[in-house]
């Protein structure tokens, strides 16, 4: 099968198939509330600056799609509504991009709707260099996020089976590379072990993509007609757990949240805990492609707009106030979390900020 054609179906099936069965862990996720916040709603500030840019909102339509004609007018719509909230948005791998210039517009597109904003390039974290700066020049990216997707290729079946040599390429690119590297999961999520990995080789950014939204295994399962039967549920992390896992380590980098949002309550507890940004994927294109692009901006508003309420409702007035709020973690995302040696419970008092 033609990776043009891989690119429409990911899509189709990606409609087709529901969220992962395995939840994103942050139903155990509670914010303290503040019967007495003394603050004014107009007070209450969501901006924040990404990548030397300034976002309205800590949010990011994460990758998702390019590379066929048909799937063209999702990209123009994502970057649209992105230009118009003052979001982030990723597009998807650019791998039919490079192999085939035809289909460049399909990526180019989002650039060409939003000039200004905060766009990420992306490509495997096998691509060579060269691939990964003409994936940026493509799209004049601010950054580029190398995804790691080696349970949805085994899952494939035209998918790769070598793995070798991934992390001294990824060394490569960030040594080379003119704008920030963002090393992305694809709905497995990172563990400690893996952060520290990327970290040593000068990685600091990272896209945690945990478990409990678009289940990829079940799409190429689906998409080549076998018995998927939840396969494979009991490996990965889920997105709160992996999320905490890459803070606990202390280490300097920025950690975007993704993985099963669907802009409740669950985009406000991932800032809590210090996810720079929230990304977001099938929900939004769920939204686009069922609804219309006014269908998704109403959408994102009312996320923005909700956040808002809870960061006030819990007394904060800006972000970085967001993250010194007392949380609490219950349920399996605590009992993993302790049972891998990672202390709790201070997010449960009243927190400086950038010390969790």
Same mark, same amino acid.
């Given at each position: ?91 998807g791998s650019q791998t039919a991009g490079l192999e085939d210039s035809k289909v460049r517009d399909t990526y180019r597109v989002a650039r060409d709707e939003n000039p200004d904003g905060i766009l990420l ?63 992305? =999961? ?7 072990? *893996?952060? %520290? ?6 990685? @600091?950014? +990272? !896209? ?112 970085? =106030? ?7 973690? *219950?349920? %399996? ?6 049972? @891998?040696? +990672? !202390? ?13």
């Open positions: 099968m033609s990776r043009l054609h891989r690119k429409k179906e990911h899509v189709e099936f990606a409609l087709k198939t529901p969220q992962s069965t395995v939840g994103n862990g942050f139903s155990d996720i509670y914010l303290v509330y503040e019967a007495l916040p003394e603050l004014n709603l107009e007070q209450v500030d969501t901006s924040l600056d990404f990548l030397n840019k300034k976002l309205k909102a800590p949010l990011l339509i994460n990758a998702m799609t390019g590379g066929h004609p048909e799937v063209k007018y999702i990209n123009r719509s994502l970057a649209r509504v992105a230009a118009r909230a003052g979001i982030a948005m990723a597009i390039a992306n490509v495997s974290a096998l691509s060579s260099p060269d691939m990964v700066k003409e994936a940026i020049e493509m799209i004049e990216a601010d950054g580029v996020q190398l995804h790691l997707n080696v349970a949805q290729e085994l899952a494939m079946a035209e998918g790769d089976r070598n793995f070798r040599g991934t992390l001294a390429n990824i060394q490569k690119i960030v040594s080379l590379s003119k704008v920030p590297v963002i090393i992305k =999961e694809v709905g497995f999520g990172l563990s400690r072990e *893996t952060i %520290k990995k990327i970290y040593d080789v000068g990685v @600091r950014y +990272i !896209d945690v993509s945990g478990q409990g939204g678009t289940d990829f295994i079940r799409i190429e399962y689906l998409r080549s007609g076998r018995d998927y039967r939840e396969k494979f549920q009991n490996v990965g992390i889920s997105t709160a757990i992996s999320l905490v896992e890459s803070l606990s380590m202390d280490l300097p980098i920025v950690v975007v949240a993704s993985g099963g949002f669907t802009g409740e309550s669950d985009v406000a507890c991932a800032l809590a805990l210090g996810a720079k940004l929230v990304g977001m994927a099938g929900h939004f294109l769920r939204i686009v492609t069922e609804g219309s692009e006014q269908c998704l901006n109403e959408r994102v508003d009312i996320i923005i707009e909700d956040l808002r309420h809870t960061m006030l409702m819990v007394g904060a007035a800006n972000l970085r =106030e967001l993250t010194e709020k007392p949380l609490v973690i *219950t349920g %399996k995302t605590a009992e993993w979390l302790l049972r @891998r040696g +990672i !202390d709790i419970d201070r997010y449960s008092y009243l927190r400086q900020a950038g010390k969790r």
